[in-house]
């Protein structure tokens, strides 16, 4: 294995396992209310539709970006009105979010479809082009890559360390216990679902506007279920959620790598090793009991509120 394989191996997990990274946070946000959202996948569409299309309006990435994380979080807010106020089933009320989402992300960006932008400014960390073994992609990343893991931190500091969390979690370990401590059941799971919604509609940004620097149709390649399966994979905590990230984003990079450099194996095996490594980690990892998912996970709350 030469450097320049390692340079694109190491630098493509990364750019391709952060938006995952932000889109399991947001998931582990929302499943620690009490709430599976399968609805991700169209709101990841939402976000990379919506901040493409203002990064072209605008010429300002960071315009769309930002217009992406508002309108991930609003969208979301379809699914909290379903399963919060309406007490819909969830598993339903996250599907018909995810084709909705789907149709809006295809009409708002049908007018730019193909299109192109400079995307996201890239920035190599001091000091390391000097180094021999460096390559021109290692260590060169946008500003939401650097984020990402300062915001898991983040993520696991306001779960585990604030009251906030604190109420946020009983929520989706025992609602009536919470209810019974004084806590609106409601307002904590409409809050969780602007966050998971906040995070989502960034992580789609990221992929038109810094990874793939265009629109079209369908382009999250099912990201919204592997990040739903990534929070299984990390207990439904945060800081491990980056290593599953990175996992996958490592198979979908090695496949890309794989592919470049015209392995005698089928393209359409190569396209299943992220999928099947995602499969595989689950079966070895779900197992165990340490850790177990929340109480009320996918639970209809049907008390007074």
């Not at 390692?6 to 582990?28: A, C, K, Q």
């Not at 990379?48 to 299309?53: E, K, M, P």
């Amino acid at each position: 294995m030469n450097w320049a394989f390692f340079g694109g191996l190491l630098s493509g997990t990364i750019m391709y396992g952060v938006p995952l990274l932000y889109t399991t946070l947001g998931e582990v946000i929302g499943q620690r209310a009490g709430m599976v959202n399968l609805g991700l996948e169209g709101i990841l569409l939402i976000g990379a539709s919506v901040g493409f299309a203002v990064s072209i309006e605008t010429g300002n990435p960071w315009l769309g970006v930002g217009a992406a994380a508002l309108a991930g979080a609003l969208f979301n807010l379809v699914y909290a009105f379903l399963v919060a106020t309406r007490r819909a089933n969830q598993l339903a009320s996250g599907l018909t979010v995810m084709f909705f989402g789907m149709g809006i992300s295809a009409m708002v960006g049908r007018a730019y479809v193909g299109g192109g932008i400079a995307g996201l400014a890239r920035y190599q960390v001091p000091g390391v082009a000097a180094l021999p073994w460096v390559t021109r992609t290692m260590f060169n990343y946008d500003l939401l890559v650097y984020l990402a893991v300062p915001v898991a931190v983040l993520v696991w500091w306001v779960l585990y360390r604030t009251r906030w969390g604190l109420s946020l979690r009983a929520v989706g370990e025992n609602p009536s216990a919470a209810f019974a401590a004084g806590r609106r059941i409601s307002a904590l799971k409409y809050q969780a679902a602007l966050a998971c919604g906040f995070l989502a509609g960034i992580a789609g940004a990221h992929l038109s506007v810094a990874l793939a620097r265009t629109w079209t149709e369908g382009m999250t390649g099912g990201r919204g279920f592997v990040a739903v399966a990534l929070v299984i994979f990390s207990k439904w905590h945060p800081l491990r959620a980056i290593v599953g990230a990175l996992l996958f984003g490592g198979a979908v990079t090695l496949q890309l790598q794989l592919q470049a450099m015209g392995a005698g194996v089928s393209p359409f095996l190569l396209n299943m090793i992220p999928y099947l490594l995602t499969l595989g980690v689950l079966l070895v990892w779900s197992g165990a009991r340490r850790f177990a998912a929340p109480g009320a996970l996918g639970r209809v709350y049907s008390g007074e509120e």
